[in-house]
Each structure stands twice: as C-alpha cells, then as structure tokens.
T-cell receptor
Framework: GAGVSQSPSNKVTEKGKDVELRCDPI?????LYWYRQSLGQGLEFLIY????????KSGLPSDRFSAERTGGSVSTLTIQRTQQEDSAVYLC???????????FGNGTRLTVT | AQSVTQLGSHVSVSEGALVLLRCNYS??????LFWYVQYPNQGLQLLLK??????LVKGINGFEAEFKKSETSFHLTKPSAHMSDAAEYFC?????????????FGGGTRLMVKP
C-alpha cells in the first residue's frame, strides 16, 4: 500500500459513546497529523506527532479528545463521550520530513446521532 | 501565527474558461505555500507547492500558482477548465513553526465547471 490508510471509512455512533479512529501512515514517514473537516469550519488542526518527540496537542478541542502513536507508526484518535458537534470527517496525514508535503488519507466520516 | 484567506467559497466557470482561485496568507516567518484538491469522498491531494524557489510554481493537471510576496498572495490558475476539475480546492501555509510543517488551511473554494 502506497498511501495513508484510515479506518473505518464511516462510523455512526450514539451520543455519549467512545470511538476510536485509526491511521496507518506511509511507511517511513516520521510526521503524522490529525485534522478535522467540518461543514462550515474548514480544516482544523488537531494534533501532530514527530518521531519520538512529545506530540503537539494544541489543536485538540477538549479533553474528550486524545491520540497516541505506537511504535512511531500507527496512530489512534480517541473521542470519549461523543457529542453531536463531533460529527465531521477526520483526516490523517503523514510526511517524510519537516518541509515535505503532507499526504492525506481518505478520512473517517464520523456521525454522532 | 499563520492564516489563510480564500476569497469566494464557490466559483463557477464554463468549460474551457480561465480558472482563478484566490488565496491570501499571513505568516510571521517565510512561508511555504500549498494548494490541495479534494474530490468527493476522498482525502486531499497535493496540486503544487511553493518552498522559496521559483515564484511561479507549476503543478499537476495544468494548474499553476504564483507567489507574490508584496501582495501576500498565492492565487491558483488554470488556462482552460475541464469538467474533471470540479472539486474543492484548499490553500495552505506552513512556516516551520512549533509543529513542523503543520499546515494552516483556508476555508476552501468549491469549483464548479459548467458544460
């Protein structure tokens, strides 16, 4: 597989439930980003991982959101006690090095009912 | 701090007409600038990037953009629109801040191409 892979592609959940979204970056890419794309909000930065450094969590909207990256590869974005306003497309991207372009996955469309 | 403004959330052109999508940025450091395209139900695909080399940047699918520092602009153009160009286009800036090349995106412009 050559690209960034995200799963699931679609997720419908009930308000109050927890969800986990997965991202498999391109092999060898040290940087990994999560963005959220909402109607009327554009693309919103959530969190950034670079190698073994502490992640930049400055974009996470609340403490219900968390992410981890295991072994410098796969990342999981977790949303606890989901709310309807969490409904959006969650995009993951990776890049080879600091000034390289980002390569995006196709996203996970989350719908909270 | 960085920000991007895309003028016009929707642009409609006729097939064969010039495409012009506007992007203005602000950045406290020399910027790297990008245009991405998003087709329905897909992620973002890189069209082109400016990284302080030539100010006129050519990308895929016949698109190009010109970096104008004096105008803080990075408008995207294509001489002749094709039906397959219909998509959403995002301008983005990064500046080697504290989040690597974390991109700050504009709000996007949806391009519609009429036959």
């Amino acid at each position: 597989g050559a690209g960034v892979s995200q799963s699931p592609s679609n997720k419908v959940t009930e308000k109050g439930k927890d969800v986990e979204l997965r991202c498999d970056p391109i092999s060898g890419h040290t940087a990994l980003y999560w963005y959220r794309q909402s109607l009327g909000q554009g693309l919103e930065f959530l969190i950034y991982f670079q190698g073994n450094s502490a992640p930049d969590k400055s974009g996470l909207p609340s403490d219900r959101f968390s992410a981890e990256r295991t072994g410098g590869s796969v990342s999981t974005l977790t949303i606890q006690r989901t709310q309807q306003e969490d409904s959006a497309v969650y995009l993951c991207a990776s890049s080879l090095q600091t000034v390289s372009p980002l390569h995006f996955g196709n996203g996970t469309r989350l719908t909270v009912t | 701090a960085q920000s991007v403004t895309q003028l016009g959330s929707h642009v409609s052109v006729s097939e064969g007409a010039l495409v012009l999508l506007r992007c203005n940025y602000s950045s406290s450091v020399p910027p790297y600038l990008f245009w991405y395209v998003q087709y329905p139900n897909q992620g973002l695909q890189l069209l082109l990037k400016y990284t302080s080399a030539a100010t006129l940047v050519k990308g895929i699918n016949g698109f190009e953009a010109e970096f104008k520092k004096s105008e803080t602009s990075f408008h995207l153009t294509k001489p002749s629109a094709h039906m397959s160009d219909a998509a959403e286009y995002f301008c983005a800036v990064s500046g080697l801040g504290n989040a690597g090349n974390m991109l700050t995106f504009g709000g996007g412009t949806r391009l519609m191409v009429k036959p």
